[in-house]
């Protein structure tokens, strides 16, 4: 994915003022910023969710976006959840699905309503359905918000899998992931996407 002089404003204020991003396959980043930086809006475009003002984003290949706030319907179940979103990526069944749940541990919450579901494991839902379908690029917003101790290993053992399979994966947060896991660390302050630092062979 290659990011270039990306604005984006609401209501005549700036947000985003000419970002610049380079992500190469096989590459596990993050983005830090403080709440109102910009982070949620930057990754919104990245997707394809939202349009830039000015700038141009190229990628290569499937996305998978996982947002901040989930985006489920609490009357449904969370199987019934992995099978309209099987139907929609065209899946042929739901075998990376099954695997991604037991990796996460929340198989016996399957079969039950989302909206009586706690809030940590509607975002473990939230990344299996970003990931079900095997993206070569994956956006996480704030991903393991909720997530108990292991689980957040887990999570962290999960995106190395990735990225070591060739995988692009770039992880949005307010604070500093643990920043050992990561191969490169940008700073999103004042519109702009500081320039990375390499914090791992």
């Known amino acids: 994915m290659k990011v270039s002089g990306v604005h984006h404003a609401y209501r005549r204020k700036p947000v985003l003022r000419g970002v610049d991003l380079s992500l190469e396959r096989g590459v596990l980043a993050g983005v830090v910023g403080e709440n109102g930086a ?6 919104r475009i990245l997707s394809g969710e939202l349009r830039p003002d000015r700038g141009v984003v ?10 901040q706030q989930a985006v489920l319907n609490p009357a449904l179940t969370g199987r019934q959840h992995l099978n309209l979103f099987r139907s929609a990526y065209r899946l042929p069944g739901l075998g990376r699905a099954e695997e991604l749940v037991d990796v996460l541990g929340f198989g016996d919450c399957l079969d039950g ?5 706690s809030g940590g494991t509607r975002q473990k839902l939230n990344l299996t359905l970003a990931l079900m379908h095997d993206p070569d690029v994956l956006l996480l917003d704030e991903p393991y918000q909720g997530f108990d101790w292991e689980t957040y290993l887990r999570f962290w053992d999960l995106t190395g899998q990735l990225r070591d399979e060739g995988r692009s994966v770039l992880v949005v947060s307010h604070l500093a992931p643990d ?3 990561l191969d490169e660390l940008w700073h999103l302050a004042d519109g702009v996407l500081h320039a990375g630092k390499r914090v791992a062979a």
């Open 179 to 181: 920043v050992e896991r």
């Open 113 to 117: 309503l989302v909206g009586e579901l």
């Open 38 to 43: 910009g982070k949620s809006t930057l990754l």
């Open 58 to 67: 190229t990628h290569r290949g499937q996305i998978g976006s996982c947002p």
